[in-house]
């Protein structure tokens, strides 16, 4: 929820909380200015017009932003490079009744990628084959040897994906066997790229301004592309129905929600349309998953990224990779919910295994930090990892220590899988091709936030030297400009599930539109209390005698936790986001705790 931003006065004079963070208004005098004007034209109210202000959002724009629509946000398809020929392709193998092979990343964008163009070609009457790499025998991308296995079941189309805009030698197998390949991807993209149709607005010489999409928004945009091909030929004549495209933004929202992709323009109007159609519970898959995972209330990003996303992933992970995009495709509520418990349990041996590695990564860490606490990111590795969990691993480090990590799984031939994570402003992905072109590496690549690799372990120590030499400067300059950005101060009194709604008008949040912050000024910590998984709930009192509850997710052993439990009974500057809650039925406001200051001027514990 940090953001490096231009420094503006202190909110409640914070300069260090207990994260060691200042407190900043994210409004500057011109952002007060544009608020007060929205809220006089549009009667938004106070808070809501400081949070649309704070994301750049003026006067004139704020009717459109509170309700984006397709209509206006769509592009034509046919600006992405190379649009036109996967159309002509795909609606050329609809019309002749074409076997197309759909080869799907093992991850929450492919699955849902692969389930919205197999659905399509259903509704077509026109066969498809899914396929989904196994993570640890295939790795990540199209394989030879899958190649020919789809070769050999009659495919003469082949779709990536998710995936293939690197995969060089797996597509020139697949000409070579006769299969046309049209890669719908969204990854950052090398000079060369391979012989194939690549539909990918993050690839080079594309100027379409779609990079902000994941691979199921590419998807999707190919899809009206097709669609509108086979309209102009006459496809769907003789009584043949029209396939219904937006039944498929449930999909295209979980994609993007769980990719992390950026929450504004047509994103933004992909989740929002997404979400109303996962309400009407009209895909036994998506339906399952959320109540097998105890979502509770409307669906919302949150469901999305942290309870569903998750059991998808597992089966890619450490079980299945196919099981998700085969869920998400189900018309079977009862076959539905079958696999969504296989997920389920899956996603919890995931946690086991997670834990356990991050116990390790974790000490690994804090060893390289006490040799050097300046360093610019983290590079940790083991051969008793599992690569499933190495991703997840980087994240929670990442979180913990504020800077770029990687963690690297290293198999019995001492070839290690990682992936990375990054903070805000530096490129990861741009870092990890520079170190394939660097001869460092064995293959790797990903988005600005995230990426993978593979890495033989006798070059680890010269990757870990090649990230301090490339990146000490930005990340310094990056972390110096860290703080958290305050939207405004409230009392408890004043957190009411009437201000939580109208502030989900300014939503979805997620990457790119963070969820709003606010303060607590002098509150008294009357309870805290440990719960779950590492959790922290605590009760906010205000000088009223009104009072907030709130939860701080997995604080218990963290420097947050350790503060909350110090501070207990005294009053406290609490910052942190509003959330809903329909547990039990009843609709309540909580707030969702990342950082507090005394609130006396003692110094942080």
Not at 13 to 20: D, H, N, P, T
Not at 111 to 129: K, P
Not at 367 to 383: C, H, I, N, Y
Request: glycine letters at 12%.
């Amino acid at each position: 929820m940090s953001e490096s931003l231009p420094r503006s006065r202190a909110s409640l004079g914070v300069e260090r909380s207990v994260l060691g963070r200042a407190w900043r208004d994210r409004l500057d005098a011109a952002g007060q200015a544009r608020a007060l004007a929205i809220a006089q034209l549009h009667g938004t109210g106070d808070l809501l017009s400081r949070v649309l202000a704070g994301r750049g959002i003026g006067p004139d724009a704020t009717p459109f932003y509170l309700d984006p629509t397709l209509r206006q946000l769509l592009p034509d398809p046919s600006s992405l490079v190379d649009m036109d020929a996967a159309a002509a392709r795909i609606a050329a193998a609809v019309e002749r009744a074409e076997t197309i092979a759909i080869f799907g990343d093992y991850d929450v964008d492919g699955a849902a990628s692969s389930a919205l163009l197999a659905d399509y070609f259903r509704a077509c009457g026109v066969r498809s084959i899914v396929y989904i790499p196994d993570r640890i025998f295939e790795g990540y991308g199209p394989n030879m040897e899958a190649i020919r296995k789809l070769a050999a079941a009659e495919a003469t189309l082949l779709i990536t994906v998710d995936c293939g805009t690197a995969s060089h030698a797996a597509l020139a197998e697949a000409r070579r066997l006769g299969l046309d390949a049209i890669v719908l991807d969204h990854h950052q993209a090398g000079e060369t790229l391979p012989e194939a149709i690549i539909v990918n607005p993050n690839r080079q010489d594309d100027l379409s301004g779609q990079g902000p999409l994941c691979a199921a928004g590419v998807a999707f945009l190919t899809l009206v592309a097709v669609q509108r091909l086979l309209r102009e030929r006459g496809f769907f004549g003789s009584g043949r129905e029209v396939p219904d495209l937006l039944a498929g933004l449930d999909l295209v929202a979980l994609a993007t929600v769980a990719d992390v992709a950026p929450l504004t323009g047509l994103n933004r109007a992909f989740v929002v349309k997404g979400l109303k159609l996962m309400q009407a519970r009209r895909r036994p898959g998506l339906t399952a998953l959320l109540d097998i995972a105890g979502a509770n209330g409307p669906p919302r990003p949150y469901h999305l990224g942290f309870l569903v996303g998750p059991r998808i992933n597992a089966g890619g992970r450490i079980g299945d990779a196919g099981l998700g995009a085969r869920l998400l495709g189900l018309e079977d509520p009862i076959e539905a919910m079958r696999i969504a418990r296989e997920l389920d349990g899956l996603n919890r041996e995931r946690q086991e295994l997670e834990r356990a590695t991050l116990e390790e990564a974790e000490a690994q860490a804090l060893a390289l930090l006490a040799t050097d606490e300046g360093k610019a990111g983290l590079v940790v590795a083991s051969e008793g990892w599992h690569p499933g969990v190495v991703g997840l691993v980087a994240s929670r480090l990442k979180d913990k220590f504020h800077r770029p990590t990687f963690a690297i799984a290293i198999d019995a031939e001492g070839l290690g899988t990682g992936s990375g994570r990054s903070i805000a402003g530096i490129d990861l992905g741009g870092f990890v091709r520079a170190a394939v072109s660097a001869g460092l590496l064995v293959k790797g690549g990903g988005h600005k936030m995230a990426a993978g690799l593979t890495v033989a372990r006798d070059r680890l120590d010269v990757f870990a030297a090649f990230l301090e030499e490339k990146l000490a400067e930005p990340v310094r300059a990056a972390r110096a400009g860290d703080c958290l950005l305050i939207d405004a101060a409230l009392t408890a009194a004043g957190a009411t599930p009437e201000l939580a709604a109208s502030l989900e008008r300014a939503g979805p949040y997620g990457a790119a539109n963070p969820e709003p912050v606010f303060v607590l000024p002098a509150h008294r910590l009357a309870e805290v209390g440990e719960v779950g998984q590492g959790h922290i709930r605590i009760r906010a009192l205000a000088g009223d005698g009104s009072r907030l509850d709130g939860i701080a997710f997995r604080a218990a052993a963290e420097p947050l936790g350790r503060a909350l439990r110090a501070l207990r009974g005294g009053r406290v500057h609490l910052a942190g986001s509003l959330a809903l809650d329909h547990r039990g039925g009843r609709e309540r406001v909580e707030l969702r705790l990342i950082d507090l200051a005394p609130a006396d001027g003692t110094p942080s514990p």
